[in-house]
């Protein structure tokens, strides 16, 4: 039998999709990489009976990076990222993404991509075909082995139609993918660097760990920026305002509009005031009805949705699309990555809306609908992609959580009301003439709700209505006065607003418009205020304006929208790959050169509002070189600055940095310090020389202590390692000489804690090892009214994993010993060292030459 291997794009999707191919009769299994599930049936393909095998990725299977030493940021000069060679690496490496891929199509016949429709989706699409093509049966250059499901909702219907009108993935989009990757990567690194390096080099308070520029982010910023600068600049005017109040014939008081709307000169507005108050009743000149339409909305996209999501229902665009793919996955919502609001003619619009008239919240008006007739939808824009966003299938208040039902909520309204009848009012104006004075007062009176009865926050208020008044009438005035206004400056840019502008400029896509604002948000250029309003930090107004300065071009969002159109060229393969992509890096390339060149021009705006290094930080601890005490300075990304050698050091980031016991490091002499996440997380002792600089070849910058091979510091891996660590590949479980006495071992490579011998005086590590694991052992004191040991013993010797009189004292986290006729745990050298700490070198020498092997 043959077999088709489908690939989905995220686990849940396989689930969904396997379950409504199979007629809900599949077997499952989970996958060797432990995130993905194999789903498995038997079904018709192709006129044949063949055997399926649904699987998923995890989104991007790849993803682009420079190789291996152009990621040094102390050795590569910015400027080589322009040109040095690129390689595609797995995204995410414990994933074993590519060869769990291989594995599952081993021996498949034909290969079924349901990636989602855009073209993150056909990238993803080839980056598959890539990882399966040498486990394929046939060669997938054959017309009959690729295929590719398009399809818009998780919905029987839509999946089962896809199946039986299979097509190809699209090259070209593909393509496009792969060069904004590309540009992105070689642009926003280049200048990153450049910029996180020069300033953290000489500022002590920048609050930001990284100094980041992006093609899209950066023009982000600028729009906010700019609105900054706006009301920065806003000069107030003041403005005089005729107000006139008269009475109606039923008592009611009414405040009329001045024709003239305003005066900006005083002494006028005075005369007009003066001239009015020799009247006691205003006449009515004429009364105007007129009967007006407010227009039921046009088809949800996705920039709409992350509009309103921001202005009415308080979320975020980022967290909204999250949302928004999670309602899709589970079958609520169709695709939510859209740029078309028109319905296509074979839409089944009715379909729809009969899902939705059980609703116990909307059902009564969508009943109506079915009984009176839908309305047809309002003409809008069809971008060719997917079909606007529409409910698939109804949810009840009860079905999902705070956010998610809001969000369905909206787009079931927001759908409801596009086949609704439109707002029927009508609108009356009253015109009044007071000596040379016309004044007016408008009021709206609803003739038929309409899609307002859905959509309610869009209904008339019940005092938009103006009394009746006859032409010819005389109302008495009541009051008249002046009142004195003053020009505002605009607000602070929304969420809503920025996103509206992106839209505008061509900033981003609908997919990536929410992750620029996100960026900049969690990157301390802007922060987000009531209403959702962008306020862009001190960080964030000093880099645009620093970019200004320097070539405004870096932050308008011109230069971006030129390139998006030319990637746009390649997806619809009017544009040549190579061309587009060498033509745009070398134009930046050379905006970089100029950048670099001119950096003064920033470091300028940097002076005047951030502190020197040699200003910031309060002293902690010793330089090994001069001796003096060097500064701690907090603001991300702590570091120690030495303002006599002028060096900076960067530390272990997100946790508490003390001086270790006042204890020295025996290569270089700097004053020792230990770094912890808390009582529950990490901690380790380290030389801040040897964490920049590591000494040893096998030691990885950013290393502590606990990494550290020094064959006789007390505090090195070598004196205080256990064993492997029992979860990864290549990491140590090592005692916290420091954590005592709520002593713990913490793995030096990944997240594994161990926490063991609670209260305990005294932890050692003894040069002896378990005959059954080849662990070291532990030597444990305690003080003889704190004793947990048996018998109340107070000192004691053993292996943590296989003593049975410490098993009762040794709290794994994440962590589980392995019992000894399994794969035990090694020795603290890691693979291939199953006994104890080497033997010491005989000599001083060799002990040297020990270190720098």
Same mark, same amino acid.
């Given at each position: 039998?043959?077999?088709?291997?489908?690939?989905?794009?995220?686990?849940s999707?396989?689930?969904?999709?396997?379950?409504?191919?199979?007629?809900?009769?599949?077997?499952?299994?989970k996958?060797?990489n432990?995130?993905?599930?194999i789903h498995?049936w038997?079904?018709?393909?192709?006129?044949?009976t063949?055997?399926?095998?649904?699987t998923?990725?995890?989104?991007?299977?790849?993803?682009?990076?420079?190789?291996?030493?152009?990621?040094?940021w102390d050795r590569?000069?910015?400027?080589?990222?322009?040109?040095c060679?690129t390689e595609?690496?797995?995204?995410?490496p414990?994933?074993?993404?590519?060869?769990?891929?291989?594995h599952?199509?081993?021996?498949?016949?034909?290969?079924?991509?349901?990636l989602?429709c855009?073209?993150?989706g056909?990238?993803?699409?080839?980056?598959?075909?890539?990882g399966?093509?040498?486990?394929?049966?046939?060669?997938?250059?054959?017309p009959?082995?690729v295929?590719?499901?398009h399809?818009?909702?998780?919905?029987?219907k839509?999946i089962?139609?896809?199946?039986?009108?299979?097509?190809?993935?699209?090259?070209?989009?593909?393509?496009?993918?792969?060069?904004?990757?590309?540009?992105?990567l070689?642009i926003?690194?280049?200048?990153?660097?450049?910029?996180?390096k020069?300033?953290?080099?000489?500022?002590?308070?920048?609050?930001?760990?990284l100094i980041s520029y992006?093609?899209?982010?950066?023009p982000?910023?600028?729009?906010c920026?700019?609105?900054?600068?706006e009301i920065?600049?806003?000069?107030?005017?003041?403005y005089w305002?005729?107000?006139?109040?008269?009475h109606?014939?039923?008592?009611?008081?009414v405040?009329?509009?001045?024709?003239?709307?305003?005066?900006?000169?005083?002494e006028?507005?005075?005369?007009?005031?003066?001239?009015v108050?020799?009247?006691?009743?205003?006449?009515?000149?004429?009364?105007?009805?007129?009967?007006?339409?407010?227009?039921?909305?046009?088809?949800?996209?996705?920039?709409?949705?992350m509009?309103?999501?921001?202005?009415g229902?308080?979320?975020?665009?980022?967290?909204?699309?999250?949302?928004?793919?999670r309602?899709?996955?589970?079958?609520?919502?169709?695709?939510?990555?859209?740029?078309t609001t028109?319905?296509?003619?074979n839409?089944?619009?009715?379909?729809v809306?009969?899902?939705?008239?059980?609703?116990?919240?909307?059902?009564?008006e969508?009943?109506?609908?079915?009984t009176?007739?839908?309305?047809?939808?309002r003409?809008?824009?069809?971008?060719?992609?997917?079909?606007?966003?529409?409910?698939?299938?109804?949810?009840?208040?009860s079905?999902?959580d705070?956010?998610a039902?809001?969000?369905?909520?909206?787009?079931?309204?927001?759908?409801?009301?596009?086949?609704?009848?439109?707002c029927k009012?009508?609108?009356?104006?009253?015109?009044?003439?007071?000596?040379?004075?016309?004044?007016?007062?408008?009021g709206?009176?609803?003739l038929?709700?309409?899609?307002?009865t859905?959509?309610?926050?869009?209904?008339?208020g019940k005092?938009?209505?103006?009394?009746?008044?006859?032409?010819?009438?005389?109302?008495?005035?009541?009051?008249v006065k002046l009142?004195?206004?003053?020009?505002?400056?605009?607000?602070?840019?929304?969420?809503?607003?920025?996103?509206?502008?992106?839209?505008?400029?061509?900033?981003?896509?609908d997919?990536?418009i929410p992750?620029?604002?996100?960026n900049?948000?969690?990157?301390?250029?802007?922060?987000?205020?009531?209403?959702?309003?962008?306020?862009?930090?001190?960080?964030?107004?000093?880099?645009?304006?620093?970019?200004q300065?320097i070539?405004?071009?870096l932050?308008?969002?011109?230069?971006?929208?030129?390139?998006e159109?030319?990637?746009?060229?390649?997806?619809r393969?009017?544009?040549?790959?190579?061309?587009?992509l060498?033509?745009?890096?070398e134009?930046?390339?050379?905006k970089?050169l100029?950048?670099?060149?001119?950096i003064?021009?920033?470091?300028?705006?940097?002076e005047?509002?951030?502190?020197?290094?040699a200003?910031?930080?309060?002293?902690?601890?010793?330089?090994?070189?001069?001796r003096?005490?060097?500064?701690?300075?907090?603001a991300?990304?702590?570091?120690?600055?030495?303002?006599?050698?002028d060096?900076?050091y960067?530390l272990?980031?997100?946790?508490?940095?003390?001086?270790?016991?006042?204890?020295?490091?025996p290569?270089?002499?700097?004053?020792?310090?230990?770094?912890?996440?808390?009582?529950?997380?990490?901690?380790?002792?380290?030389?801040?020389?040897c964490?920049n600089?590591?000494?040893?070849?096998?030691?990885r910058?950013?290393?502590?202590?606990?990494?550290?091979?020094?064959?006789?510091?007390?505090?090195s891996l070598?004196?205080?390692?256990?064993?492997?660590?029992?979860e990864?590949? &290549?990491g140590? $479980? /090592?005692l916290?000489?420091?954590?005592?006495? @709520?002593? *713990? +071992?913490?793995?030096?490579?990944?997240?594994?804690?161990?926490h063991?011998?609670?209260?305990?005086q005294?932890?050692?590590?003894e040069?002896g090892?378990?005959?059954l694991? &080849?662990?070291? $052992? /532990?030597?444990?004191?305690?003080?003889q009214? @704190?004793? *947990? +040991?048996?018998?109340?013993?107070?000192?004691m010797?053993g292996c943590?994993?296989?003593s049975p009189?410490?098993?009762?004292l040794?709290?794994?986290?994440?962590?589980?010993?392995?019992?000894?006729?399994?794969r035990?745990p090694?020795?603290?050298?890691?693979?291939g060292?199953?006994?104890g700490?080497?033997?010491?070198?005989?000599?001083?020498?060799a002990?040297?030459?020990?270190y720098?092997?």
């Open positions: 039998m043959k077999v088709a291997f489908m690939v989905a794009e995220k686990p999707l396989a689930a969904s999709l396997a379950n409504i191919l199979s007629n809900g009769k599949n077997s499952s299994r996958g060797s432990g995130s993905c599930s498995e038997t079904g018709p393909f192709h006129g044949e063949v055997h399926f095998r649904m998923s990725v995890c989104g991007h299977v790849m993803t682009l990076d420079f190789i291996g030493k152009y990621n040094n590569v000069d910015p400027v080589e990222l322009f040109s060679p595609k690496k797995e995204a995410v414990k994933l074993r993404m590519q060869s769990f891929l291989a599952e199509a081993r021996g498949s016949d034909y290969l079924i991509l349901w989602d855009d073209k993150e056909e990238n993803i699409c080839f980056e598959v075909i890539s399966v093509q040498n486990s394929m049966r046939r060669s997938i250059q054959s009959d082995v295929f590719r499901a399809f818009s909702a998780i919905t029987e839509d089962k139609g896809a199946l039986t009108n299979l097509g190809k993935p699209n090259e070209n989009e593909a393509r496009s993918v792969d060069a904004r990757q590309e540009l992105d070689r926003g690194c280049a200048f990153t660097r450049f910029q996180t020069f300033f953290q080099g000489k500022y002590g308070d920048l609050d930001a760990s992006g093609p899209c982010q950066t982000t910023l600028g729009f920026v700019q609105r900054h600068d920065q600049t806003f000069k107030p005017e003041l305002v005729l107000q006139l109040v008269v109606t014939n039923d008592g009611r008081e405040t009329l509009d001045w024709d003239r709307v305003r005066s900006f000169e005083k006028i507005a005075t005369m007009f005031m003066l001239q108050k020799e009247f006691s009743e205003a006449v009515v000149v004429a009364v105007t009805k007129k009967e007006k339409t407010k227009q039921r909305p046009q088809a949800l996209n996705t920039v709409e949705l509009r309103v999501a921001s202005s229902l308080g979320m975020g665009p980022h967290h909204a699309m999250q949302i928004a793919e309602l899709y996955t589970q079958g609520y919502i169709s695709y939510p990555r859209t740029e028109h319905y296509p003619e839409f089944d619009l009715m379909g809306l009969k899902q939705q008239q059980h609703s116990t919240e909307w059902g009564f969508v009943r109506d609908i079915i009176d007739g839908i309305s047809k939808p003409k809008g824009h069809d971008a060719g992609d997917h079909p606007p966003i529409t409910p698939t299938k109804l949810a009840n208040r079905d999902l705070g956010d039902w809001k969000l369905y909520d909206y787009i079931a309204r927001h759908f409801i009301a596009t086949v609704s009848r439109d009012y009508l609108s009356t104006t009253v015109t009044f003439q007071v000596g040379s004075e016309t004044f007016t007062c408008t709206k009176t609803l038929d709700p309409g899609y307002t859905v959509m309610h926050w869009q209904a008339f005092n938009e209505t103006v009394p009746t008044f006859t032409e010819g009438e005389m109302a008495n005035i009541q009051d009142v004195e206004c003053q020009t505002c400056p605009p607000d602070y840019l929304t969420e809503a607003e920025l996103i509206t502008l992106m839209e505008k400029h061509g900033i981003g896509t997919a990536s992750v620029h604002i996100n900049i948000s969690q990157r301390n250029y802007v922060t987000v205020a009531s209403g959702r309003r962008l306020i862009p930090t001190p960080l964030g107004i000093i880099l645009v304006h620093g970019y300065k070539d405004p071009e932050v308008l969002p011109t230069m971006r929208s030129a390139v159109e030319q990637l746009n060229l390649i997806a393969g009017q544009a040549n790959f190579t061309a587009v060498q033509h745009t890096v134009i930046f390339k050379q970089f100029y950048f670099v060149k001119n003064e021009g920033m470091d300028q705006l940097f005047v509002s951030f502190s020197p290094l200003a910031s930080g309060k002293a902690h601890s010793r330089c090994g070189k001069c003096r005490y060097m500064k701690y300075i907090q991300k990304p702590s570091r120690m600055h030495c303002s006599h050698c060096e900076t960067n272990p980031q997100n946790g508490n940095v003390r001086i270790y016991k006042e204890l020295k490091c290569l270089d002499d700097f004053e020792l310090l230990s770094w912890s996440a808390g009582a529950k997380g990490k901690s380790y002792p380290f030389c801040p020389y964490f600089h590591p000494p040893f070849r096998e030691m910058k950013g290393s502590g202590c606990n990494a550290c091979t020094h064959p006789t510091c007390p505090h070598n004196s205080t390692g256990i064993s492997s660590c029992i990864c590949e &290549g140590v $479980l /090592v916290d000489p420091a954590s005592g006495p @709520k002593w *713990k +071992l913490g793995c030096n490579r990944c997240d594994v804690i161990i063991l011998f609670d209260d305990a005294k932890v050692t590590v040069d090892v378990c005959m694991c &080849g662990a070291q $052992l /532990v030597n444990v004191e305690y003080k009214d @704190k004793s *947990k +040991l048996i018998n109340e013993a107070t000192e010797s943590v994993f296989c009189y410490f098993t009762p040794v709290e794994k986290h994440r962590a589980v010993s392995r019992p000894p006729g399994s035990a090694r020795g603290r050298g890691g693979r060292r199953s006994r700490r080497p033997r010491p070198p005989k000599d001083k020498m002990q040297l030459a020990a720098f092997v």
